[in-house]
């Protein structure tokens, strides 16, 4: 029987939907077609594979070639299928055996010379082979990638002649070295090098603990920026499965993953001028934004007001969802984003409203004006707010303190106190659902009349409420995890909520 099938991965969003490649050899005029609803660079992969075969010392079939890829109804894009697509069809022939390609699954793009290109996406695969306990065949260019992922049978090859060596039992594939965790989260911007800004630090800590989103506001040169750089070296580290989910987005866009710093949160920073879709991504073959890129780690907004009030106002949904769905006449995509928002801004457009050594040029109307760039619903979703102020000159040149902690200090007391956290409800204290508030963020009967009146009196929303029972919480748990919160945690909590 001229049919042979073998399997592969498409790549949508950060999953990898299998893909059936069936090969079928006929009579006929000779020709190649590829179906399935192959988008260019796969209906291209004829002249691709018909090179490849030919430059390994095979023969090309001299009948008609029909390649299907199911299921029908997914597109198929990039060069990924090709391997899968010559070895269909050297099976189909007869000049390889078939019985390897029935539990494995090949990704990689031919050269003409019949080497194997690394592909996009292909640690996605790689997780997705792992639940259905098949072996992957994947280029040796996407070794590290598949060197991050425990307890699969994959295996690395540089051309298709290689592949074809090891259907016929005359030679071996190579496995990528195992890649063990490394923590090297104290390599990057240390705390210490912040002097003074002892709120701003306390809030970063409480961000840290918590996972809360925050806002810092303050004249040019303060230290915004260098406090937000320093965030992702005092949060705790990424789990093994956090560490793949973040690098799985990254192999979706094509981009390296470094071994050395692939437990490191990330840590995004997009300019003011950036779009709507580069921020959340899109694209008419949906690719993931910033906020993606930015999943289980860190996105810093600096100069907040100066983005444009659409591009800030996407945000609202996935800082609630933790996720983005982008939807396409033709596709529809989900890129996780649980991500951690930082923003930076000045009190006014000049920069210096309130700062005791620089006279302020700006009008209230002005004022009003720049700080209206940023709408209430988005404050709103923001936990933390809080000012940097100028640090005096004396402070910077005095000689280091106790109070002047490393970022390894720090870090030390935010994992204790997340860890209250994940005992209690298994997630950071921003992610726990209403029932889970109830359960956590008990009040006694004092402080709740207490909280109450003052919630009153600020007039805050239902959102901004449950969001300052879990700023309290978290301040709890920095204070030795106590089970019931007292009017100090609520306190400092509201302290923090300034618009």
């Known amino acids: 029987m001229s049919l042979a099938v073998t399997l592969s991965r498409a790549q949508e969003g950060v999953t990898a939907p299998q893909v059936m490649v069936e090969v079928h050899l006929s009579g006929g005029l ?4 590829i179906v399935g609803l192959p988008e260019a660079a796969v209906r291209e992969a004829r002249d691709r594979v018909r090179v490849a075969i030919q430059n390994t010392a095979f ?33 189909a022939g007869g000049q390889v055996p078939r019985e390897k390609l029935d539990d494995c699954e090949f990704l990689g793009e031919l050269a003409l010379s019949g080497a194997i290109r690394g592909v996009s996406g292909v640690l996605p695969a790689l997780l997705r082979a792992r639940a259905r306990g098949r072996r992957v065949v994947v280029p040796l260019a996407n070794a590290a990638e598949a060197a991050l992922v425990p307890d699969v049978d994959v295996m690395v090859a540089d051309s298709l002649a290689e592949v074809c060596g090891w259907l016929h039992n005359a030679s071996s594939l190579s496995a990528p070295a195992h890649c063990d965790a490394v923590d090297r989260a104290s390599g990057g911007p240390d705390m210490s090098d912040v002097r003074g800004q002892l709120q701003a630090r306390r809030a970063l800590e409480i961000a840290a603990v ?40 990254l192999s979706v866009t094509g981009q390296p993953v470094d071994l050395t710093q692939w437990r490191q949160r990330p840590f995004r920073a997009p300019h003011h001028i950036a779009s709507a879709v580069a921020l959340v991504g899109g694209g008419s073959y949906p690719r993931p934004g910033e906020i993606s890129l930015a999943h289980n780690g860190v996105l ?94 004396a402070e910077l040149g005095a000689p280091r303190t106790e109070r002047d902690e490393d970022s390894a200090t720090v870090r030390a007391r935010v994992i204790r106190a997340r860890d209250y956290a994940l005992q209690r409800a298994g997630r950071a204290n921003a992610e726990i659902n209403t029932r889970e508030l109830e359960r956590d963020c008990a009040l006694g009967a004092a402080e709740r009349r207490w909280f109450e009146a003052a919630l ?16 309290a919480r978290t301040i709890a748990d920095l204070d030795g995890g106590a089970a019931l919160l007292d009017r100090s945690h609520l306190a400092e909590a509201l302290q923090y909520r300034r618009f």
């Open 456 to 471: 009153e009196r600020l007039a805050m929303s239902a959102r901004a409420y449950h969001r300052v029972l879990r700023v």
């Open 30 to 33: 000779p020709g190649t077609n």
């Open 59 to 91: 023969n090309y079939p001299d009948r008609k070639v029909t390649v299907n890829l199911a299921p029908a109804e997914l597109p198929k894009d990039g060069g990924r299928f090709d391997l899968a697509i010559a070895l269909g069809i050297l099976a």
């Open 210 to 249: 918590g996972g809360h989103h925050l806002l810092l506001i303050g004249p040019p040169g303060t230290g915004k920026t260098m406090l937000a750089e320093r965030l992702p070296g005092i949060m705790p580290p990424l789990s093994e499965s956090e560490a793949l989910e973040t690098c799985a987005i």
């Open 300 to 393: 810093f907004l600096d100069e907040l007001p100066e983005f444009s009030r659409h591009v800030l106002e996407v945000l609202r949904e996935p800082l609630e969802s933790g996720q983005i769905m982008i939807s396409r006449a033709a596709r529809q995509s989900s890129f996780p984003a649980q991500f951690q928002l930082i923003g930076a801004m000045n009190p006014c457009p000049c920069g210096y409203a309130g700062d005791p050594r620089q006279r302020c040029q700006c009008t209230p109307d002005q004022i009003q004006r720049y700080r209206g760039r940023i709408s209430g619903p988005l404050l709103d979703r923001i936990d933390l707010s809080v000012e940097v102020p100028r640090v005096p000159l």
